[in-house]
T-cell receptor
Framework: GNSVTQMEGPVTLSEEAFLTINCTYT??????LFWYVQYPGEGLQLLLK?????DKGSNKGFEATYRKETTSFHLEKGSVQVSDSAVYFC???????????FGKGTHLIIQP | EAGVAQSPRYKIIEKRQSVAFWCNPI?????LYWYQQILGQGPKLLIQ????????DSQLPKDRFSAERLKGVDSTLKIQPAKLEDSAVYLC????????????FGPGTRLTVL
């Protein structure tokens, strides 16, 4: 079956540090890949997505590249801010309207 | 544009009681999803509707959970009877008919079963 594995948290960084949150997946076929973010007290929001191999999704300074050969979709940001503190979820979807399969989430804490 | 609405936001019940959650998706979104998010885990899909028909309910515990989407708009998710392990946040999401349509999530209903 489909599954997503992402690094356990919490991840604690200082402001302006470089961020990487690892995500690998198992799926049949060619899934679409997503990063969702949940800020404190708010609902899940789509951060970025990639629908085919070698695509790069980007938003708000975050980037992730769909790597089929390593079945990975790592999230990166060059310089994090305190406002980036949130829980980040990696997810996949097999078909265009299918439900999402999520990882367990990574709690990111950015200290000033 | 209004987002996905859910109610109630919080619910506390005792085990063996029944409970129902309501979801109103974004206007025009044909596909509606219910997810269960247990503390410390990612959301897990329970059921997916396309208009008022069920597309996927393979992970729905059908002995106690039921869901319906009358008229292809609002949806209700019911648990009867509830167990302690049903304590979770229940998320509703909807997506538009376009291919690879983004899923928009509601704020969720936090259920505590005592």
């Amino acid at each position: 079956g489909n599954s997503v594995t992402q690094m356990e948290g919490p991840v604690t960084l200082s402001e302006e540090a470089f961020l990487t949150i690892n995500c690998t997946y198992t799926a049949t076929g060619y899934p679409s890949l997503f990063w969702y973010v949940q800020y404190p007290g708010e609902g899940l929001q789509l951060l970025l997505k990639a629908t085919k191999a070698d695509d790069k999704g980007s938003n708000k300074g975050f980037e992730a590249t769909y790597r089929k050969e390593t079945t990975s979709f790592h999230l990166e940001k060059g310089s994090v801010q305190v406002s980036d503190s949130a829980v980040y979820f990696c997810a996949l979807r097999r078909g265009g309207a299918d439900g999402l399969t999520f990882g367990k989430g990574t709690h990111l804490i950015i200290q000033p | 544009e209004a987002g996905v609405a859910q109610s109630p936001r919080y619910k506390i019940i005792e085990k063996r009681q029944s409970v129902a959650f309501w979801c109103n998706p974004i206007s025009g979104h044909a596909t509606l999803y219910w997810y269960q998010q247990i503390l410390g885990q990612g959301p897990k899909l329970l059921i997916q509707f396309q208009n008022n028909g069920v597309v996927d309910d393979s992970q729905l515990p059908k002995d106690r959970f039921s869901a319906e989407r009358l008229k292809g708009v609002d949806s209700t998710l019911k648990i009867q009877p509830a167990k302690l392990e049903d304590s979770a946040v229940y998320l509703c999401a909807s997506s538009s008919p376009t291919a690879y349509g983004e899923q928009f999530f509601g704020p969720g209903t936090r259920l505590t079963v005592l």
